[in-house]
C-alpha cells in the first residue's frame, strides 16, 4: 500500500488536534500496553485523540442514520396514506411514487460514498495516529 | 403438455449447470480454507470479495425469487421490498458492520456478551439467533421445493412435500458433509452468476420493450387484472387503515432487519479488519443497488409477458414469477440456468444460516453456557453437527408448512424477529455505556418474545384463507407484520430494564475495551 499524501492545510488541522509527540517524555505514555502486553483500554479512553475520533465519527452516522431514515419513511407514509399523490403520471405510466423509491437508491449510494470517503479523510488517519501513540495494533 | 415446457430437459438442464457450479466451488474451497478457520475463513478475505460474499447472503431465493415474484403480481406493493432491501445497507453501514467486526470474534453472542455476564447473555444471543435461522430457512426450504415443484411440474400439495422435504436433506447432507467450509466462496460464485442472470434477462426484457421501462409497465397492466391500479400503491395493502399499517410495519421490518440477521452479521468477521468491513459493504451497496434495479424490470417483466394470473395458478405461486419469464424469452434452456442459478443461491443462503446456527449453539450455548469453555474442539463440532440437522429437520417441516406463500414475505417476518432481538441489543451495547446485563436480556427476550407471540396470533398462522392453518382462527393480532410493534417496544424493554436496574460494577475494564475496540479498532486482535 503507498502512504497517502496529506496536503497541508490538512496536515495542519490533524496536528492541532493531536497532544502532541511530546507526551513520549511523558512516563503516562508508556504504560498504554501493561507488562504482559494488553492495551490499558481505561486510559486510552480518556485521551483526546479517542475523544475526537469518537466525536467524528458520532457526528456523521449519527445524523445521516436521522437523515435516510426519515427520507425511507416518508416514501413509505406517501406510499400508504397519500396514494393520489404518488400514483402521479411523471413520465408515460413511471408514476412519482416509484420514482421516489428509485430516489431511495440513489440517497443509498451517496451516502454509501459519502461515509466512504469521510471515513478515508477523517476517521481512518486518526486512527493510525491513535495507534502511532499507544502502540497497540489493530 | 404443461406450460412450462418438458420436466426431462427442464430437470437436465437444471442438474448439468448445478453439478458445474457445485465442482467449480468444491474447488475453490478445497484450495483456499483449512480446518482450523471453520467458522470465519481465517478473517481472510478482502473487502471486493467480502462484498460479493455479503450480496450473496442478502441475494436469497426470498430476494431473486420472492420479489420478483410480488412485483409480478402486486405492482408497486412489491416495489416496496426492493427499495427497503436496498436502504437496510445503510444500517449496516453505518452504525453495525465495523464496531461489530472489532468487538466480536465468530457469532452474535461473542459481541452482546462481550461486557455482561457470559453464560445467560450468550444463551440468550444464541437462542434469538436459532429462532430467526429457523424463520429464515422456512423461506428457503419453501422457495426450494416450489422451484423444483415447478420444474417437474408436480401440482399436488403432497407432492410438493416430498419435494421439499427431499431437497431439504439434500441440502443439510451437503453442508453436513464438509460445503460448510466453503460457504464464501459459494456465496461469491453464486452472487457473480445470479447478477449476471439478472442484468441479462433485464437488458434483453428493456430491448424488447425499445428500453423504455415504461413501455414494459405499460404492457404490465394489460396482463393484470387491475389494470392501471397495479402501478399505484394498495393493490396488496393499503384498503383499509389496518392494511397501511401493515404497510408501514413491513416497511420498518425490512430496513432495520436485514442488517441485524445472524448470517449477515457473521460476515462480517471475515475480513482483516475494519476499514476492509467498510469496503465489503461499500462493494456490496453497488451490487444490491443493480441486482434491485433488475428486479423492478423483471418483475413488471414478468407481468407484461407471463401474466399474473398464469404466475399465481403456477406451482411455486408467486415465487415461480422468474422462472416463468424465463422460459417465456428463453425456452428451457434459460429455465434450467435460471432455476439452477436460484437453487444454488438457496444452497449457499442455507449453508450460511447453517454455520449461524450451529456456529451460535456449538460455540455459545454448548462450549461456553454448558460445558464452560472445556471443550475439546472435535465435540464441538460435533455438537455444530447435530444442531445444523435438528435445524434442518425442523425447517423442512416449516417449509412445508408454508408452501405456497410468498417466500419474500416469509423472509419479512425472520427480518421482523432479528430486528426485534439483534438489532436493539447491539445498537445500546455499541453506543450505550450504561446498558447491562438486565437490559441486554430484556432487550433480546423481550423483543423476539413479542414478536413470536404476535407473529402466533396473526392472520399469517390462522383465521384467513391464505394464512398457515387456514381452517382454524385464533388470531387476535391485526397485521401481518409485527415489527411496528415489537421493534420499538425490544428498546423500551432494553431501556426501562437498565434505568431500573443496579448499575453493573465495572467488569476488569470490559466497558472501556469495548467502546476503545469497537470505535477505533485498536487491539481488536489481542
Known amino acids: 500500500m503507498t502512504k497517502a499524501m496529506r496536503s497541508p492545510g490538512e496536515a495542519h488541522h490533524e496536528y492541532r488536534e493531536i497532544r502532541g509527540f511530546a507526551s513520549f517524555d511523558d512516563p503516562d505514555a508508556l504504560s498504554y500496553v501493561d507488562s504482559d502486553g494488553r492495551p490499558n483500554f481505561a486510559l486510552i479512553q480518556q485521551t483526546d485523540e479517542f475523544r475526537v475520533l469518537r466525536r467524528r465519527l458520532t457526528t456523521f452516522i449519527f445524523p445521516m442514520t436521522a437523515l435516510f431514515l426519515a427520507s425511507y419513511l416518508t416514501f413509505v407514509l406517501l406510499s400508504a396514506y397519500a396514494k393520489d399523490f404518488v400514483s402521479t403520471k411523471v413520465i408515460g405510466v413511471i408514476n412519482l411514487g416509484i420514482l421516489l423509491g428509485l430516489g431511495q437508491f440513489v440517497t443509498s449510494i451517496i451516502i454509501t460514498l459519502g461515509y466512504a470517503r469521510y471515513a478515508k479523510r477523517r476517521l481512518d488517519p486518526q486512527r493510525k495516529l491513535l495507534a502511532e501513540m499507544t502502540g497497540v495494533e489493530e | ?526
Request: glycine residues 10%; charged residues 10%; positive net charge.
Open chain 2, 1 to 526: 403438455m404443461p406450460t412450462t415446457g418438458n420436466p426431462v430437459l427442464n430437470l437436465s438442464v437444471f442438474a448439468v449447470f448445478v453439478l458445474i457450479t457445485l465442482y467449480i466451488v468444491y474447488r475453490f474451497s478445497s484450495r483456499n480454507v483449512t480446518a482450523s478457520d471453520y467458522y470465519a475463513a481465517g478473517s481472510s478475505f478482502t473487502g471486493a470479495q467480502n462484498g460479493v460474499a455479503l450480496s450473496g447472503d442478502f441475494l436469497s431465493a426470498a430476494s431473486f425469487l420472492g420479489i420478483s415474484g410480488g412485483i409480478a403480481a402486486h405492482g408497486y406493493d412489491g416495489f416496496l421490498y426492493s427499495v427497503g432491501w436496498v436502504v437496510a445497507w445503510l444500517v449496516g453501514l453505518l452504525l453495525i458492520a465495523e464496531g461489530l467486526r472489532n468487538t466480536g470474534r465468530f457469532t452474535v453472542g461473542d459481541v452482546l456478551a462481550f461486557r455482561m455476564r457470559q453464560r445467560p447473555v450468550r444463551a440468550a444471543a444464541a437462542n434469538a439467533t436459532l429462532v430467526i435461522s429457523f424463520f429464515y430457512m422456512i423461506a428457503q426450504m419453501a422457495g426450494a421445493g416450489g422451484l423444483i415443484a415447478l420444474l417437474l411440474n408436480v401440482t399436488s400439495k403432497w407432492g410438493q412435500a416430498v419435494l421439499i422435504a427431499v431437497v431439504g436433506m439434500v441440502m443439510v447432507l451437503y453442508v453436513l458433509l464438509g460445503g460448510m467450509k466453503g460457504t464464501t466462496w459459494v456465496q461469491i460464485i453464486k452472487a457473480v452468476l445470479l447478477l449476471l442472470c439478472v442484468t441479462m434477462m433485464s437488458i434483453f426484457l428493456l430491448g424488447k420493450f425499445g428500453f423504455s421501462l415504461s413501455g414494459i409497465m405499460q404492457q404490465a397492466t394489460e396482463n393484470n387484472r387491475l389494470g392501471d391500479a397495479v402501478l399505484d400503491p394498495g393493490a396488496k395493502y393499503g384498503f383499509s387503515s389496518t392494511s397501511k399499517l401493515d404497510f408501514v410495519s413491513l416497511a420498518l421490518s425490512l430496513v432495520l432487519g436485514i442488517a441485524s440477521l445472524p448470517h449477515v452479521l457473521m460476515r462480517f468477521y471475515t475480513v482483516p479488519n475494519a476499514s476492509e468491513a467498510r469496503r465489503s459493504v461499500v462493494w456490496a451497496t453497488w451490487t444490491m443497488v443493480i441486482f434491485y434495479l433488475c428486479t423492478l424490470v423483471i418483475g413488471f417483466g414478468a407481468m407484461a409477458l407471463v401474466g399474473t394470473d398464469k404466475i399465481a395458478a403456477a406451482p411455486g405461486g408467486e415465487n415461480s414469477a422468474a422462472p416463468l419469464l424465463a422460459f417465456e424469452i428463453g425456452g428451457a434452456v434459460l429455465l434450467g440456468i435460471v432455476s439452477a442459478v436460484a437453487f444454488a443461491t438457496i444452497l449457499a443462503v442455507v449453508a450460511g444460516l447453517t454455520l449461524a446456527a450451529s456456529a451460535s449453539f456449538a460455540h455459545d450455548v454448548y462450549a461456553n453456557v454448558i460445558k464452560r469453555g472445556n471443550v475439546e474442539p472435535r465435540r464441538e463440532i460435533r455438537v455444530a453437527r447435530l444442531t445444523a440437522v435438528v435445524v434442518g429437520f425442523l425447517s423442512i417441516l416449516g417449509g412445508i408448512a408454508a408452501n405456497g406463500q410468498n417466500v419474500a414475505f416469509l423472509v419479512s417476518l425472520a427480518l421482523a424477529l432479528a430486528a426485534s432481538a439483534n438489532l436493539s441489543t447491539i445498537l445500546y451495547t455499541i453506543f450505550w455505556r450504561r446498558f447491562n446485563t438486565t437490559g441486554t436480556l430484556w432487550s433480546i427476550y423481550g423483543g423476539l418474545g413479542s414478536c413470536l407471540v404476535l407473529i402466533i396470533f396473526s392472520p399469517v398462522m390462522s383465521g384467513a384463507k391464505t394464512s398457515i392453518f387456514p381452517d382454524v382462527d385464533f388470531a387476535w393480532f391485526p397485521l401481518g407484520n409485527p415489527g411496528l410493534v415489537s421493534i420499538p417496544f425490544s428498546f423500551l424493554c432494553g431501556f426501562l430494564a437498565t434505568i431500573f436496574s443496579k448499575r453493573e460494577p465495572e467488569m476488569d475494564g470490559k466497558a472501556a475495551e469495548m467502546e476503545v475496540r469497537a470505535i477505533s479498532g485498536i487491539g481488536a486482535r489481542t
